[in-house]
């Protein structure tokens, strides 16, 4: 007989490309993964996106240092900003992780790879025609992905919580 659960062991993956949203999804993630007792990883996809040439910014031109060391410089002030927001939470509990790809293949993928019971995604919120002729990566990776993704929408959930936290 096959279990009914889907990994119980499994880790929380959480993709990130370091906007607000992405952090709220982190945010969310790090509430769950202690209510359910999980390990939560934080993945950045190093990926150059042709829409917005220069994401990896170098400080000088004579900055020799790679894409992957810049991701990591960011992920640094991504968390930190993350404790900022929620000081409450142990953000050293989570693990980071860099791929290099396309986002939601490597996502997905890498879903697969360490049977991550559930993945929680931030979403940018385009609605309508934009949202069609965007791709959203939660989509793809909601499409592809065999475990449940949950995707956190930014503006609502950062005011609840401030809201908890102001009490």
Same mark, same amino acid.
């Given at each position: 007989?096959?279990?009914?659960?889907?990994?119980?062991?499994?880790p929380?993956?959480?993709?990130?490309?370091?906007?607000?949203? $992405?952090?709220?999804?982190?945010?969310? &993630?790090?509430? /769950?993964a202690?209510? +359910?007792?999980?390990?939560?990883?934080?993945? #950045?996809?190093?990926?150059?996106?042709?829409?917005?040439?220069?994401?990896?910014?170098r400080?000088?031109s004579?900055?020799?240092?790679?894409?992957?060391?810049?991701?990591?410089?960011?992920?640094?002030?991504?968390?930190?900003?993350?404790?900022?927001?929620?000081?409450?939470?142990?953000?050293?509990?989570?693990?980071?992780?860099?791929?290099?790809?396309?986002? $939601?293949?490597?996502?997905?993928e890498? &879903?697969?790879? /360490?049977?991550?019971? +559930?993945?929680?995604?931030?979403?940018?919120? #385009?609605?309508?025609l934009?949202?069609v002729?965007?791709?959203?990566?939660?989509?793809?990776?909601?499409?592809?992905?065999?475990?449940?993704?949950?995707?956190?929408?930014?503006?609502?959930?950062?005011?609840?919580?401030?809201?908890?936290?102001?009490?």
């Amino acid at each position: 007989m096959t279990a009914c659960v889907l990994n119980p062991e499994g880790p929380i993956l959480v993709p990130v490309d370091f906007s607000k949203h $992405s952090e709220a999804a982190l945010i969310f &993630a790090m509430n /769950i993964a202690e209510l +359910m007792e999980r390990q939560v990883i934080v993945l #950045h996809i190093v990926h150059e996106p042709a829409s917005a040439p220069g994401y990896y910014r170098r400080e000088s031109s004579d900055d020799s240092r790679t894409f992957d060391a810049i991701a990591a410089e960011m992920m640094e002030k991504f968390i930190e900003e993350a404790k900022e927001t929620c000081p409450n939470i142990d953000f050293t509990k989570a693990e980071t992780k860099f791929l290099d790809g396309i986002p $939601s293949r490597r996502i997905v993928e890498y &879903a697969k790879k /360490i049977d991550a019971h +559930m993945v929680v995604m931030g979403s940018h919120g #385009h609605r309508g025609l934009k949202s069609v002729l965007i791709a959203s990566k939660a989509r793809k990776v909601m499409q592809y992905a065999p475990m449940p993704v949950t995707v956190v929408k930014a503006d609502e959930m950062v005011q609840k919580l401030m809201k908890k936290e102001a009490k």
